[in-house]
């Protein structure tokens, strides 16, 4: 408690961009030994093709599609008597649940993998909707939303460049799937503690018989207030052509998976080496970053909407560059600078759809829209990396065959999308600034 008493003598914002920037160390160094690791398992233990680990991304992806809800849920009941802390301490536990279940197993069964899996990454969806909800609703109240994701997204990059990704690759090639899983499940617990950095007044608990009736009042107004401000959004026409726009954007294509096995089966990458890519990889986002922070004050709406399109359009042009060493150092560099340009453009995007109150819920739905088009846009790769490539016996096609095709679809899918545009609402078309406040919801009605 004192503890806490001393965490609140800290400014909102200070508290949230501790809160944002330890729940990203942590995340980062968690990435390192699961991320390429998973990868592997699926390749080397389970056997799967690159489609069929689209497929299995599907399944594992329901905590993910599930974002809104999580958010509307935590909006309007409170677990324990908080809004945001308790569910936090609960997605910590569920994360090191699911990661403490795979170190455990000895052999690898597609059924029990998928299983703790979808446990450990719900835990982690969970605390992402609770961040990200504090994030935008101090973000939007203090005009420090940039600043915030930023600061998100900046610390994983910055111990990408210097330490995780190496680490990344190390223990990929060298450490056991038994005890990468253990680091990772340890960590998850780590991230409990950070729960005292969300700043909220306990809703429930033993107050005098004089108060209770003034606080269930004030209970069913503010759930009055919310479920109202859901109906709202619901209806904004304009809400939904832009997740419509984001959507389409997502769902081309996907290669990340696919590039992996093609680094391995075909260039015959380390794991090493794959990880230390990692290193060009952060680079292009700092510097990518470093621009956007640099000239967005100063940058129209409209640019969000068309620089998503066009980074869209780069990245396949881009990977097609990739057939050594050496040009993987360059591919990578330039596809995350333009990858982080388009991410970023999207963020903000979901950022001004979102009405105050209810920043859990719309946000955390734009976040399902992009999580479920990503997962169906690596299926829809792999399916065409398969089909064209070394799966597809019939035509003797190669791998290099079925990765160029996929490339050359995803970038005619994506050019397609620049026929959604006029259809966009005018704020997301419009001169204004991206720091103004006129994309919100609640300042367009």
Known sequence: ??????????????????????????????????????????????????????????????????????????????FLGYHRRSYF??????????????????????????????????????????????????????????????????????????????LGGYVTQHWSYQHCFQVAALLF??????????????VTGA?????????TQTGQSERSRTAAALRQAATDRS???????????????????????FMTDVLHFSKQFIGDLGRFDAAGQIVALAGFMAVSRFLPIRVLVWGAWLMDCLSYPAQMLLHDATSAKFVKFFSSFIGLLYSLCLNVLAAKACPPGIEGTIYGLVMAVIQLGGVLSEKFGGVLYDYFGPLNQAHHYTTQ??????????LGFTLLAVIFIPFLPAWAKSHEGMNSTAGSLGNRH
């Open 1 to 78: 408690m004192n503890l806490d008493l001393s965490l609140a003598r800290i400014g909102p914002f200070w508290r949230v961009a501790l809160l944002v920037g330890l729940t990203a160390a942590i995340s980062a160094l968690s990435s390192a030994f699961t991320n390429e690791k998973t990868t592997f398992l699926f390749k080397e233990e389970l056997h799967l093709s690159v489609s069929d680990v689209g497929t299995l991304n599907i399944f594992l992806g329901i905590p993910l599609y599930l974002q809104p809800f999580l958010g509307a849920w935590s909006d309007l009941f409170p």
């Open 89 to 166: 301490v609960l997605a910590s536990g569920a994360g090191a649940l699911g990661f403490l279940g795979l170190s455990l197993l000895t052999q690898y069964h597609y059924t029990t993998v998928a299983c703790l899996l979808l446990v450990a990454i719900a835990g982690g969806t969970l605390m992402g909707v609770m961040v990200n909800a504090v994030m935008v609703a101090v973000g939007n109240l203090t005009g420090t939303f940039g600043i915030l994701q930023s600061l998100a997204i900046i610390i994983p990059l910055a111990m990408s460049l210097t330490y995780t990704s190496h």
């Open 189 to 202: 617990l780590v991230y409990a503690p950070l729960a005292l950095l969300i700043d909220e007044p306990r």
């Open 207 to 215: 107050k005098p018989t004089s108060e209770i009736a003034g606080s």
């Open 239 to 261: 809400m939904w052509a832009v997740i419509g726009f984001v959507f389409y954007l997502i769902v081309t294509p996907g290669i990340y998976t696919a590039q992996i096995y």
């Open 401 to 410: 065959h079925g990765w160029l095709w996929a490339l050359s679809i995803g």
